[in-house]
């Protein structure tokens, strides 16, 4: 199995510095155009892919959409186990925000946000059962930064944790043991979009 890993196009709480957890928030026009970027490195390039999964967020499912259309690829229906993670209150808040409310430390309070644990054990499930039932498929995966960072911190023990940029691409192949990292959060194909190319 070999899994391409795509976090969603920027939208505007994006832009603005805004936690979205599971809040519904759509692309803006510089998400798309991401998207559309992504989608022309990956036809540009000689590996196959064989259908495009997101989750149920507006925000991924039109990266995925646009993937999808460009690619001439099957769209699957959305898996909410691969939804964002909630971050309860902090959901809308700018940095600022959140520490002149709850402080420096306020990831470790409990202000109604999921556990890596939670997030883990959901995205985890969604791998699972995507190797039980198709072993030999190229899956792409549009999901969500936080989502992404703990997923692949749990398929890929000793992976650098960086921050997972917009439309960043990682791809990793399954030998049925173990995963294996081709590429980690490369977004080199919004390089086109600074260029003008």
């Not at 072993?135 to 989502?147: C, K, Y």
């Not at 399954?174 to 990292?181: E, L, N, T, Y």
Request: charge should be negative; charged fraction near 30%.
């Amino acid at each position: 199995m070999i899994i391409g890993l795509i976090r969603h196009g920027e939208t505007e709480w994006n832009a603005a510095g805004r936690i979205q957890g599971q809040t519904d928030i759509s692309l803006s026009e510089a998400g798309v155009r991401q998207a559309y970027a992504l989608a022309a490195r990956l036809k540009s390039e000689d590996r196959i892919w064989d259908a495009v999964v997101s989750s149920d967020l507006r925000r991924a499912r039109e990266t995925a959409r646009i993937l999808a259309d460009e690619l001439g690829l099957p769209l699957l229906p959305p898996d909410p186990r691969i939804r964002e993670r909630s971050f309860g209150l902090a959901e809308g808040t700018t940095e600022e925000e959140r520490l002149s409310r709850w402080g420096a430390d306020w990831r470790s309070l409990d202000i109604g946000q999921e556990s890596d644990e939670e997030v883990r054990k959901r995205s985890l499930a969604f791998i699972a059962d995507w190797q039980a039932a198709r072993p030999d498929i190229r899956l792409l995966v549009v999901s969500h930064g936080s989502v992404l960072a703990v997923l692949l911190r749990a398929l890929c023990e000793g992976l650098e944790d960086r921050r997972i940029g917009n439309v960043s691409l990682s791809i990793l192949e399954s030998d049925g043991a173990g995963w294996r990292v081709i590429l980690h959060n490369c977004s080199k194909h919004l390089d086109t979009l600074k260029t003008g190319s």
